[in-house]
């Protein structure tokens, strides 16, 4: 507080600091002005006299202005007439009346049904009645005709919108009144105004004829007076919305009230000054919003009639005309010889001070600090300065950089501003980020009386802190846009972020662990970093160079303070690991190519998971320390919290824009490749026979075939083919009416058909200069919609396109295909019963089928023809697959199910994997053969299987010695057996 007394004093030496009016939502229950804030929390429906008055021309006393109120209290009050510069007014003779009156054309409606009870004398623009004077209503103020006061004056703030387009001024009783008369001079900053109210909403002595009575109890004998003098037009009810005290429950005034000013105006051009030498996110709030609030600055008042807050620091005499500003604690003591240890009012409301000029003791002003000066001096006050910690001030002023609502463009931003620019001319930060307000899904504000918005407690416990940070920090309101807050928006997070995020993880900790089965300790996965940076596979050096350009790019963006731009990045970037790299490298990271392959893509993926980990955890702390937590465990060199580490830095050697350029190539054609499929209803499990790329580029198209595997595997088609054959597609082009409309009028219809029109080549010279002159207009390539045709057989093929690069899908179909088509819904069905019985991948397993239903024999030839297919481990089951009738382990069954595809139907079962048998090899009677195939049946098959594999196993069988061999009796497979 003392250093909110400090800054106050500095800026009453400086010469800064008056005393005047402010037009304020007066309470006059409650007889305090009210903040905007307050004024808006209680709005009821009310009908209140509109009423139309004459206002008799001096230069004409047959000719009078008809001015429009809906407040007849104020009239009394008037000082002037206000019309718009710019708009056209009438004088007119009523031909019931005879009378003459002055309004604006456009309102003449409001006093006369139809046109035939008038006759228009004149018509000018408003500009020209600015000036003309007036006999005012009331003689009560005739003093202020001296100022200036009783003429007609002009500002654009008249609309049209209602009433008679001349509105009558009371400059105690309306913002705009008050500056208008303020502008042209009519009040003066700093001196009494006619204000005939007193604090509880009652006409003064200076109002005559109405002293006594409450403002709004007096509208109707005000009109009465009117009316007898010939002076009220007409007046009927109008009903509106209009303010209450939310504590009293009366109607609001809007009232001049005496207060304490900081002169801005006088240092607008050094706020601006200093506001461009800071830096906003985003700065288009900086350079429109707030510069535009700084340039037309006005003086600040800064008191406010409360009694909490911090006390004016303002000792006057009884006549005004001595004041003493305090500027700290010890101040106070020397000049009132009291000791001070608070203050709040109720310690120092009661402190004089001596007067210097022999009028007895000054006293402290009643008013309290407006709380927004309050939080201009932050700066000061959290120092306690200038009283303690001044060098610690001054190498921490100004800011770094502060961040607040877009509201406090007008609040907090604009009062450190001006406070520090009268202190130190200069800024009080460095940076500032900007963000939106977040709103109720409805798009109002948040009210707790209302209830529009869900419970934070229970979004938290619902979806998780981190997936509502997440959905805070990735939303408009980074941008310094609004947010209507929706609680399925959090749950978008988890569904569409969170759980992709996590599988991965999970993905990479199952790998590990497959990988590590089986081996020694000592040849367990051990992370590499430099390992990961000497890989070879194009997924690999792909993905370690998106996630380096990914933290560079993070880097510099956060270092801006671009918020909005990391964390699209960022989950851009888990989409790009789950979708891409992991999607497109299952099969590699569970070991199909090897050991040193599979350790390689394990280390890769490591150092991967960890850094996205490392640059989520400012965003998501919760999840990525569970994450880290495990991961740490494999890890040589560990902190114990992923927050203790540093913010990753890029791996330069890393770093390659190239292969990040060529992936994103393929993911184009991948992602059009889908998206045609999708268009034709050609599910991916559906082989199709080609895809073919159009690109003008030879290094795209040489992408695409140095990685064609992926898009041969990701499209699930036979045959990439490239092109650079521009008849393929042609672009056409389509007026943009929205654009054109407007710039062409008439002839739009002309030019458009010619736009439509325009060959390929006449579309390629407007793309490529920008412009082009189409039936003597000059088109701009932005005013035209410009599209692509194919120019092939859409019932054979199926185009796509972007900005990049054309793909053409082949979705014809032939016998062969349709063979495949089959075989992957065989695996579709087996894969789902697999997964519906819970069999992990590595559990030993067979699978048995048995035909029911195969009417045209597409079941079974498909079988026959594609069962390497189907049971391959890259493309397939990963198992064998038998025909039912070699199935003789009844204990071994583990699930059986009927499958169909289209209009056939087939058996399946899965067994636990068991050994098949020869019987004629055996040299015994059946039921001795049965009891030694039972015996085998029932043991752990892979102990048995490494003992057969090292020799023969011998057993007894009743009395009889049995010796089984590997190859002769018994096997491993029933595929070994045939």
């Known amino acids: 507080m003392e250093s909110v007394w400090w800054v106050f004093s500095e800026i009453w030496k400086k010469g800064l600091v008056y005393k005047g009016f402010k037009v304020m939502p007066y309470s006059t229950g409650c007889t305090t002005p009210l903040s905007n804030f ?126 008679s387009g001349i509105v009558h001024m009371a400059p105690a009783f309306g913002e705009d009144d008050f500056r208008v008369c303020m502008r042209v001079g009519i009040i003066q900053k700093g001196e009494n105004i006619p204000c005939p109210v007193n604090e509880d909403g009652h006409f003064t002595e200076e109002v005559t004829d109405f002293v006594g009575k409450y403002v709004k109890d007096a509208d109707k004998p005000i009109c009465e007076y009117l009316k007898q003098r010939k002076r009220l037009i007409k007046k009927e009810e109008y009903a509106h919305n209009y303010p209450f005290c939310w504590r009293s429950g009366t109607p609001l005034l809007y009232k001049a009230v ?70 700290s604690i010890k101040e106070l003591e020397d000049l009132s010889g009291i000791k001070v ?50 060098d610690k001030f001054h190498n921490s002023f100004p800011a770094n950089f502060i961040a607040e609502g877009i509201d406090q463009t007008r609040g907090w931003f604009y009062t450190l501003l001006v406070l520090s620019t009268i202190l130190f001319d200069k800024p009080p930060f460095q940076n500032l980020v900007v963000n939106g307000l977040v709103l ?88 590499n970093l430099q390992l990961s940076l000497k890989c070879t596979n194009i997924m690999d050096r792909w993905i370690q160079a998106a996630t380096n350009g990914l933290i560079v790019f993070v880097r510099a963006e956060m270092q801006a303070y671009r918020l909005d731009t990391v964390t699209p990045r960022l989950v851009r970037f888990i989409d790009q690991l789950t979708n891409w790299y992991v999607r497109l490298n299952r099969k590699r990271l569970k070991g199909s190519e090897g ?40 890890m040589e060199k560990k902190e114990d919290s992923i927050h203790y580490l540093d913010f990753p830095e890029p791996q330069k050697e890393a770093l390659d824009p190239r292969i990040e350029d060529a992936v994103g190539h393929v993911q184009d054609v991948i992602t059009l490749g889908r998206a045609a499929r999708d268009r034709r209803t050609r599910p991916i499990k559906y082989p199709l026979q080609s895809v073919t790329v159009f690109h003008k580029s030879d290094v795209f198209l040489q992408d695409v075939l140095n990685l064609k595997t992926y898009i041969l595997s990701e499209l699930n088609v036979k045959e990439v083919i490239i092109t650079k054959d521009e008849n393929l597609v042609i672009p056409i082009a389509r007026a943009d009416r929205n654009k054109l409309g407007k710039k062409l009028r008439k002839d739009f219809d002309k030019v458009s058909a010619a736009i439509s029109g325009l060959a390929a080549d006449r579309i390629k010279d407007l793309i490529k200069a920008g412009s082009l002159d189409i039936e003597g207009y000059t088109i701009n390539v932005n005013e035209v919609e410009i599209t692509q045709q194919f120019q092939g057989d859409k019932a054979k093929f199926e185009p796509a396109w972007n900005d990049e690069v054309v793909v053409i899908l082949d979705i014809q179909e032939n016998e062969s295909l349709m063979a495949e088509k089959t075989a992957r819904e065989v695996v579709n069905r087996i894969q789902k019963l697999r997964k519906k019985a819970g069999i992990h991948p590595n559990d030993p397993i067979e699978v048995f089928y048995e035909i029911s239903q195969d009417a045209d024999g597409s079941l079974e030839k498909a079988m026959k023809n594609q069962l390497a297919f189907i049971t391959s481990g890259v493309t397939g089951i990963g198992v064998n697959l038998y025909p039912m009738s070699l199935h003789r382990a009844p204990m071994g069954k583990i699930q059986v199910e009927e499958a169909e595809i289209e209009k056939s139907k087939f058996n399946i079962l899965i067994a636990r994997r068991s050994f098949a048998f020869d019987d004629k090899a055996f040299n015994l009677k059946p039921e001795d053969v049965e009891t030694v195939k039972n015996y085998f049946w029932t043991r752990d098959y892979d102990r048995f299987a490494q003992q057969l594999e090292k020799g023969q196993v011998t057993l007894l069988v009743g009395e009889t010695k049995v010796t089984v061999t590997l190859g002769k009796e018994i096997f491993l497979t029933h595929a070994a057996r045939k």
């Open 38 to 163: 307050e004024a808006n929390l209680d709005y009821r429906d009310v009908k209140d006299p509109s009423c139309y008055v004459s206002f008799q021309l001096e230069e004409d006393p047959e000719t009078a202005f008809v001015a429009w109120t809906t407040t007849p209290w104020t009239l009394p009050s008037n000082l002037a007439l206000c019309v718009h510069p710019e708009m056209i007014y009438v004088k007119i003779i009523d031909k019931k009346t005879k009378a003459q009156y002055i309004m604006l054309e456009s309102r003449l409606v409001e006093l006369y049904k139809t046109a035939d009870l008038y006759e228009i004398k004149d018509k000018f623009a408003g500009s020209t009645l600015e000036g003309k004077k007036y006999v005012p209503l009331f003689p009560y103020f005739e003093w202020k005709r001296k100022d200036g006061a009783f003429r007609v004056v002009a500002d654009t703030y008249v609309t049209a919108e209602s009433g």
């Open 258 to 327: 005496p207060s304490w000013f900081v002169a801005v105006e006088r240092i607008r051009d050094k706020l601006v000054a200093n506001n461009n030498s800071t830096y906003w996110v985003p700065d288009h709030v900086k350079e429109k919003k707030f510069h535009n609030w700084l340039k037309d600055a006005r003086d600040w008042t800064i008191s406010r009639s409360r009694f909490w807050g911090t006390p004016l620091p303002i000792w006057q005499s009884e006549d005004g005309e001595e004041t003493v500003v305090v500027g």
């Open 341 to 390: 240890t608070d203050l709040h009012r109720e310690s120092v409301d009661h402190i004089t001070i001596p007067s210097k000029q022999g009028k007895g003791v000054l006293r402290r002003v009643e008013d309290v600090f407006d709380c927004w000066f309050e939080s201009g001096s932050m700066p000061y006050a959290q120092q306690h300065y200038p009283f303690e910690n001044k």
């Open 440 to 527: 109720a899904a409805d798009g109002k504000k948040m009210s707790k009386s209302l209830r529009n918005y869900p419970d934070p407690i229970h979004v938290i416990n619902d979806f998780g802190a981190d997936a509502l940070r997440l959905y805070l920090i990735k939303s408009p309101a980074v941008r310094a846009e609004n947010l209507k807050f929706q609680s399925e928006g959090v749950y978008e997070i988890i569904k569409d972020v969170f759980r992709p995020w996590f599988n991965a993880y999970r993905f990479f900790v199952e790998a590990v662990a497959r990988y590590n089965k089986g081996r020694n300790p000592s040849d367990h996965f051990k992370p």
């Open 595 to 634: 050991d040193q392959d599979w350790l390689m893509g394990l280390s890769v993926y490591f150092e991967v998971l960890m850094v996205i980990n490392r640059a989520m955890s400012p965003f998501t702390p919760f999840l990525t320390e569970y994450m880290y937590q495990n991961l740490r465990k494999i």
